[in-house]
């Protein structure tokens, strides 16, 4: 592959991390991994619901940030407000202020840029946040700002096929020989396949193949070790 581009949520790094300590410092709640690993699986499953109502203008930013975390309460049953979801948001923010890479990526971008493969990123959400957590995770040390792409910048999101080929013109890409790599099936891989890239499933959640789907990834890895392996061939 000639160009390489990636997601950067829970695909450069561990986004359950910021979560898990997110919620030890405002919830009581006494939970277990397994409790608190389907406790993040919640939120971030309303994450995605809301975000697209809300690149749709059906519901606010605030409303989305606020309703993640309220609707995965409900689930569990465990009494939350407006104030407290506000300030669960501003927990949240902060604590992703301290996102590192995955190590494996991290070697994994010194090959491909010594390489000097074509490489850039695409990212769903709004454009302050994104940038921040783009810049906490030092990605301009492979990728310069004119080829790190955030939706809320371009005025579409993925999976729709409009971002994808803004892309492809910014970048004067060849579709047969890029690949995208990103977490989320529906956002990334549909999104993908359907612009007649190449796709790889950063799929360490260990999520189920959706059986209706007429997209396959054309990889699939779990783990930043697997992802490394695909590029890198260990002696």
Not at 197 to 213: E, G, T
Request: hydrophobic content about 35%.
């Amino acid at each position: 592959m000639d160009t390489i581009i990636f997601d950067v949520d829970d695909t450069l790094y561990d986004q359950a991390q910021s979560f898990h300590k997110t919620v030890r410092k405002l919830f009581q709640e006494p939970f277990s991994d397994e409790e608190m690993d389907q406790f993040y699986k919640a939120s971030r499953k309303y994450s995605e619901i809301l975000f697209d109502q809300s690149e749709a203008g059906e519901i606010s930013e605030f409303e989305w940030q606020t309703g993640r975390i309220i609707h995965a309460c409900e689930d569990f049953n465990i009494p939350i407000d407006t104030e407290k979801a506000t300030l669960f948001h501003e927990t949240y923010v902060i604590e992703q202020k301290n996102i590192t890479l995955f190590p494996e990526v991290e070697e994994l971008l010194n090959v491909l840029y010594k390489e000097r493969k074509q490489l850039g990123i695409l990212t769903n959400g709004e454009e302050t946040h994104q940038a921040m957590k783009i810049k906490q995770l030092g990605l301009s040390r492979w990728i310069p700002a004119e080829l790190t792409f955030i939706s809320g910048t371009i005025g579409h999101a993925k999976p729709k096929r409009e971002v994808f080929d803004f892309i492809e013109q910014k970048m004067n890409l060849d579709q047969t020989n890029t690949v995208y790599i990103g977490d989320n099936f529906e956002k990334d891989i549909i999104g993908a396949k359907q612009a007649g890239w190449q796709a790889i499933w950063m799929n360490h959640r260990k999520k189920d193949l959706p059986a209706d789907s007429p997209y396959q990834p054309d990889k699939e890895v779990h783990s930043a070790k697997e992802l490394l392996e695909l590029f890198v061939k260990k002696a």
